[in-house]
C-alpha cells in the first residue's frame, strides 16, 4: 500500500494545483490570443495530463468481469469498505462507482471549470484523501475500478444552463419531468463534452474505464407532443444519440480511456428507439462495451410472451440475451456485451440468492460470461457470489 501512495499522491498534487489557479491569472493559447477560463481550465488539465498519467497505477480489465454498483453515499460511508471486502473475498473484481450521479453532483472536488462553476462539486465532496485510499485499496486487490457518469439527467447543469435544456413547444420555457426537474437536451454538444471533461478526469485521478449512464431523451410519452429540439436539424432521436455518442468516443480515443455506455435492457428485443433515442443498431458500434439492463422487473407483462417476467428471471434474462446476439451479429464492429442484473426487488416476487443465480446462469448459457449487479442502494446478496478460491485457502 504505501508503494501505491508513493505513485500516486503526485497527481493529486498536480490535481490541486489546476484547481487553485487564479481566475485573475491571464492565459494565451498558442497564436499569442487571451482565452476564457472556461478555455483555460481545459488547456491547464491538458499539460498536466501527461505527467498525471505517468504516475497512476492502472488495474487492468479482467477478461471475465464482475461487478458491483456503488452508489454516492455508499462511496462516501462505511460500505465503501464493505464492498471492496465483498470484491476481495468473492467473484466479484470490479466496482461501479457514481462520480456523476443523475442529480448533477460530482463525487469530489474537480478541475473542471463548467463542474465549479455551477458547484456540482460542493456537496459533500469525498476528500482527496479518501478517494487515494479508495483506489490504493483497488489496485492492492486487483478490482477494476469504473467510473460512471450520467450525462443527459443533470438537473444541476440544466437549472444553471437553461438555454441547453429541453424546451416547452408552447413557451420555450425549461420541459419539467414527472418529478418537476429539467432535464438537458441531447442536441446540445456541450453537455457530451462535459461528460467526456469529466470522464478525462476520472481516467486521470485513476479510474481505469468510464461508464455513461443516461445517453438518451428522457422516457415520457408525453414528451413528443410537448417539446420542441431546435438544434436536431431534421434528425431522429437515435440519429442524435449515435452523432453525440461517437464525438465521445472520438473526444477520449485520444486519451486511449475505454468507454462503456448503458442502455434499456429491452433494446435488444424492440425495433423502434423506444422513444429515448436508443436503438439497438444504432448505438451498438459506438462504445467499446454496452451493458444493457435486462433487469426482469423493468419487463412488462406480456413481454415473450410471460405473465410476469419478474417472476421468471432465467427465462427473462435468456430470451433479451439471445435478441442481443442476433442484433449483434449484424453489426460490423458491434462492441461487447455486459449486462446489467438485478439485485433488487421491485414487485411480485421478493428476490433471493436463487433469482440472482438464474440470471447469471442465463448469461452463462448463452456465452456471456461477464455481468455487473445493480442494487439502487448497494446491498448485495453475498450468498449469490461465488467465493473466491484463492482467499479461502487464506482462511479469508
Not at 433515442?277 to 423493468?298: C, I, N, T
Not at 448469461?363 to 442494487?375: A, K, R
Request: net charge positive; glycine share 6%; charged share 25%.
Amino acid at each position: 500500500m504505501a508503494l501505491g501512495h508513493r505513485i500516486l499522491i503526485p497527481a493529486l498534487a498536480v490535481l490541486a494545483a489546476c484547481a487553485d489557479r487564479s481566475p485573475a491569472v491571464i492565459s494565451r493559447n498558442a497564436a499569442g490570443q487571451a482565452v476564457s477560463a472556461a478555455e483555460r481550465g481545459r488547456l491547464d488539465s491538458t499539460v498536466a495530463d501527461s505527467s498525471r498519467r505517468a504516475r497512476v497505477t492502472r488495474v487492468p480489465k479482467p477478461a471475465v468481469l464482475r461487478g458491483l454498483y456503488v452508489n454516492r453515499w455508499a462511496a462516501l460511508g462505511k460500505k465503501m469498505g464493505q464492498l471492496i471486502d465483498i470484491a476481495r473475498t468473492t467473484e466479484i473484481n470490479a466496482l461501479v462507482i457514481d462520480v456523476k450521479d443523475d442529480r448533477g453532483f460530482v463525487l469530489y472536488k474537480s478541475r473542471v471549470p463548467l463542474a465549479r462553476e455551477i458547484g456540482a462539486d460542493s456537496t459533500m465532496p469525498m476528500s482527496g484523501k479518501r478517494l487515494r485510499w479508495i483506489l490504493d485499496s483497488m489496485v492492492a486487490n486487483g478490482i477494476y475500478p469504473i467510473a460512471r457518469i450520467v450525462v443527459a439527467k443533470d438537473p444541476l447543469l440544466a437549472s444553471a444552463k437553461l438555454e441547453w435544456a429541453i424546451k416547452r413547444k408552447d413557451n420555450l420555457q425549461p420541459w419539467l419531468d414527472k418529478n418537476g426537474k429539467p432535464w438537458l437536451d441531447p442536441n446540445h454538444r456541450e453537455i457530451w463534452q462535459y461528460a467526456a471533461d469529466l470522464a478525462k478526469e476520472a481516467y486521470d485521478v485513476g479510474f481505469s474505464e468510464v461508464q455513461f449512464d443516461y445517453v438518451r431523451f428522457p422516457d415520457e410519452k408525453r414528451l413528443v407532443s410537448e417539446v420542441v429540439y431546435p438544434l436536431a436539424n431534421g434528425r431522429f432521436r437515435a440519429q442524435v444519440i449515435r452523432d453525440q455518442l461517437g464525438f465521445l468516443r472520438n473526444t477520449l480515443a485520444a486519451s486511449k480511456i475505454p468507454m462503456t455506455i448503458d442502455v434499456f435492457g429491452l433494446t435488444a428485443t424492440d425495433t423502434t428507439d423506444m422513444g429515448i433515442g436508443q436503438k439497438w443498431e444504432m448505438f451498438v458500434d459506438r462504445a467499446d462495451v454496452v451493458l444493457p439492463m435486462v433487469y426482469p422487473s423493468h419487463f412488462a407483462p406480456g413481454t415473450y410472451k410471460m405473465g410476469n417476467p419478474n417472476a421468471h428471471p432465467y427465462s427473462t434474462i435468456d430470451h433479451a440475451l439471445k435478441d442481443v446476439k442476433r442484433r449483434s451479429a449484424r453489426v460490423p464492429d458491434a462492441a461487447k456485451v455486459i449486462p446489467w442484473y438485478q439485485d433488487f426487488t421491485l414487485g411480485p416476487p421478493h428476490y433471493y440468492a436463487e433469482h440472482i443465480r438464474a440470471q447469471k446462469k442465463a448469461g452463462y448459457d448463452n456465452g456471456f460470461q461477464s455481468w455487473i449487479l445493480w442494487n439502487p442502494g448497494s446491498r448485495y446478496t453475498v450468498a449469490a457470489l461465488e467465493r473466491d478460491s484463492s482467499s479461502a485457502s487464506d482462511g479469508k
